[in-house]
């Protein structure tokens, strides 16, 4: 599922969903209304499904204590199934939505319920054949369960469309004053509250006339948002000293243009995450002028919101809502000023010796043995001041470590772009403080303080310009046509701008580079092939408060969601010393929403007793480096098979995720497959563990009840030294198009094994260099 721009509507709108854009200033610039255009009989079944999933359960005592309030709130009287209705009339985008809706068409019918649900949908009592809605409750349960690990792939794909969106839209919601009334049950206190009186205090700072840094942030003046009046968009881009042409005409290569705006520059970045951000700013730094278009907004430190739902709508991919075309796997992305660093986890790993070998021996690449590539590892770790020291380790790292030592797995300290005292759980939404230093922090900075640059946000490439010159057979790259404008609101015209550049850089990632690329007219038949995506599985534990059993446990009081997102990492089945394929152990940052989107769901009861123990549940994952490989096709469709190596690797990995948290004192272990099997630590004898570990680590994958996951996606633009097998050459410029560099995860050969960031910042660096080396050359020819 891929959320995009909202439907254009008018003032008859049904459904009033706020989604807040923020000027570069941080500002709300201005709204935008979606609505729900369901059919009374989609919504009919739609309402009957989310009421399943998140019934009302009545308990005894106190009708106000915030656990029966939990219990007694269903989705319809939180108006979910309204949310869920607008999130399916055009939010959302993927290439099973029809069938979606044509099944809950269906369900709305006698004749379609008794079809899809079988005899658990009758009736004792005439007519005996009813539509799902009329289907009594405890036997509707029944049906989505059954529904939930059917041999028929399509079923499978139906249940877990409406968990996911009825489970996170419950969680994530919020009131006017940013609060969610399941969050008292959760113990869970919404935005970092420290995070809540910075932004009271600053509030009060600049009523009173102060201004800083941290609030409006330090790319404020960089940031350029064409919402602004056109000529004053101009007049600053001609003060930071990029030629701009007015109306139609010619550009300054000779070529016809019909946009209101031409805008000259050296190099022009499309992308502003780990690949834009260093090659813009090291191009910066070296006096080119440098433009960069990011489709997201920037969000200032004090500007983020902290709040689950919010944030990912904003900043990531999708709304955090992007899928494989079958929902197999969810996909997670940033999208905004900064890219996935704005809202990663903080892992900073160098390139694995073994992977850079591979790269180099088996794939050709001299790069990865360079003195180059090591120095460029050095200045991307500098600048983003990667330490691996550890301060105060958070519940879940503490699990992970306190099982590794106990059973002596090797862990290890995850090095980290951010300070030891950086311990915050909220990184995942943006970084509140500017302590971990993503390209927003960091090369983007370096390019505003330059004087050569400037961001335009809440911009979309449609297209990279290129044409044959002198007569050559080869195309060169002249530039990019980017839209701004229609988002959401008839009122708002579509405006399209063309930059005129001497080199085009494309760096909007393992999913959009391919996009564009096609788009633009590009045949390279490897572009958008060999698609890696990290895939991820999870297993959890519980650790009550005080846990008598261990006694001795240094975190009995901690909540999983607080403390510093990654400090600790197991290699116990990464293979690094042989295959190099396997996977290794991390944990992960689950809110709410995103908590509740990964446990199992057997029942409305079990679900929520399962949610309220959501503050000591553990979770940690193993993350496959993929042999299997996955496409990226027009218009956004995502495709992806999981090799059986693969899967073999991620049920070690479950196997020794169980033993770990068992270690680390866990009361009850499980994982998420359909049934939501877990086991009693306390009661269960060792050969009832052993029984239950095995069983559940030899389950095919597709038993899941959740979607696996992928927070790195890589290898659709792949480098190479063969054209007929990669996109990109070892300089980084496309073998199709001359002055047309990607920088991005799309690059990598084959899957990294471990996170990427440090990895594309370096191969971003060289391909800066690549380009300089472009420049100079035509600079020289003139």
């Known amino acids: 599922m891929a959320a995009t721009g909202s439907r254009r509507v008018g003032d008859d709108f049904s459904i009033d969903i706020l989604s807040t854009v923020m000027t570069s200033s941080g500002s709300i610039s201005k709204q935008i209304h979606y609505v729900n255009s369901l059919s009374s009989r989609e919504m009919d079944s739609l309402t009957a499904a989310c009421d399943t999933i998140l019934p009302s359960i009545q308990l005894p005592g106190d009708p106000d204590h915030p656990l029966n309030v939990f219990y007694r709130t269903s989705a319809s009287m939180s108006a979910i199934h309204e949310s869920a209705g607008e999130f399916l009339s055009g939010r959302l985008q993927h290439t099973a939505l029809w069938l979606l809706r044509v099944a809950l068409w269906f369900l709305s019918t006698w004749y379609g319920t008794f079809f899809i649900c079988g005899r658990a949908s009758l009736s004792s009592h005439f007519p005996y054949f009813q539509k799902f809605s009329k289907v009594l409750p405890h036997k509707r349960e029944e049906i989505l369960l059954s529904l939930s690990f059917s041999s028929f792939y399509l079923y499978r794909m139906f249940f877990k469309a409406l968990k996911y969106l009825a489970a996170l839209l419950y969680f994530t919601q919020v009131d006017e004053k940013n609060g969610n009334p399941a969050w008292k049950a959760l113990d869970y206190c919404g935005p970092d509250p420290d995070f809540i009186k910075l932004k009271e205090q600053e509030q009060e700072e600049e009523e009173g006339g102060e201004d800083d840094e941290r609030r409006v942030g330090p790319l404020c003046k960089a940031v350029m948002h064409l919402d602004n009046h056109e000529d004053m968009v101009s007049n600053a881009l001609h003060k930071a000293g990029f030629p701009i042409s007015i109306g139609g005409g010619k550009t300054s290569r000779g070529r016809k243009t019909s946009s209101s705006l031409t805008i000259s520059c050296d190099v022009v970045v499309v992308g502003s995450g780990s690949g834009g951000g260093v090659v813009a700013g090291a191009l910066a730094k070296a006096g080119y002028s440098v433009l960069v278009l990011e489709k997201g907004n920037y969000y200032a430190r004090r500007n983020l919101s902290l709040l689950e739902g919010q944030s990912m709508e904003k900043m990531y991919e999708g709304g955090g809502l992007l899928a494989t075309d079958d929902l197999g796997v969810v996909v997670l992305s940033g999208s905004a000023v900064g890219g996935g660093s704005a809202v990663n986890w903080s892992a900073s790993i160098r390139t694995p010796s073994h992977v850079a070998n591979e790269w180099c021996e088996k794939q050709g690449l001299e790069l990865f043995r360079s003195k180059m590539y090591k120095e460029a590892l050095d200045v991307v770790c500098e600048r983003m001041g990667v330490q691996s020291e550890l301060g105060e380790e958070g519940f879940n790292n503490a699990v992970l470590r306190k099982g590794c030592l106990e059973l002596g797995y090797p862990v290890n300290n995850i090095p980290r772009n951010s300070s030891v005292d950086h311990h915050c759980g909220w990184c995942c939404f943006g970084c509140k403080d500017g302590q971990k230093k993503g390209t927003n922090e960091t090369w983007l900075v370096d390019l505003a303080k330059s004087g050569r640059g400037a961001i335009l946000s809440g911009c979309k490439a449609l297209k990279v310009l290129h044409e044959k010159k002198n007569g050559r057979t080869t195309r060169t790259a002249t530039g990019v046509v980017f839209e701004h404008g229609g ?267 471990v996170n990427p960031m440090v990895t594309v910042q370096a191969i971003a660096y060289c391909t800066a260099q690549s380009v300089i080396n472009v420049l100079l050359r035509k600079k020289l020819s003139k």
Not at 495 to 522: I, M, N, Q
Not at 598 to 604: E, N
Request: charged letters at 20%; one cysteine or more.
């Open 487 to 753: 988002a959401g609101r008839r009122t708002r015209r579509r405006v399209r701008y063309v930059v005129d550049s001497k080199v085009t850089v494309v760096s909007c990632g393992a999913l959009g580079t391919p996009t564009l690329l096609k788009r633009s007219g590009l045949k390279n038949p490897n572009i958008g092939k060999h698609l890696h995506l990290h895939p991820v599985v999870m297993a959890w534990g519980y650790f009550p408060t005080n846990n008598p059993s261990s006694p001795s446990w240094p975190n009995s009081e901690k909540k999983s969601y607080e403390g510093s997102i990654m400090t600790s990492m197991s290699t116990v089945v990464a293979n690094f010393d042989s295959s190099g394929y396997g996977a290794v152990i991390q944990t992960p940052a689950l809110h709410p929403g995103m908590f509740s989107v990964v446990t199992p769901w057997v029942s409305g009861r079990d679900f929520k007793d399962r949610m309220i123990r959501y503050p000591r549940t553990a979770h940690i994952f193993a993350l496959a480096r993929d042999q299997g490989t996955g496409e990226v096709n027009l218009p956004m469709s995502l495709k992806y098979s999981l090799d059986p190596k693969d899967e073999q690797n991620l049920n070690r990995g479950v196997e020794k995720m169980l033993r770990i948290l068992v270690a680390a004192g866990a009361e009850e272990v499980g994982t998420h497959h359909c049934k939501g099997e877990r086991l009693n630590v306390k009661t269960a004898s060792s050969h009832e563990f052993e029984r239950f570990v095995k069983k559940v680590s030899s389950r095919p994958l597709r038993d899941l009840s959740t979607p696996i996951y992928s927070a790195h996606q890589m290898g659709s633009c792949r480098m190479g030294v063969d054209e007929g097998r990669s996109v990109v050459k070892e300089t980084g410029e496309t073998w199709e198009v001359e002055g047309l560099f990607i920088a991005d995860t799309s690059v990598f050969p084959t899957a990294l094994g």
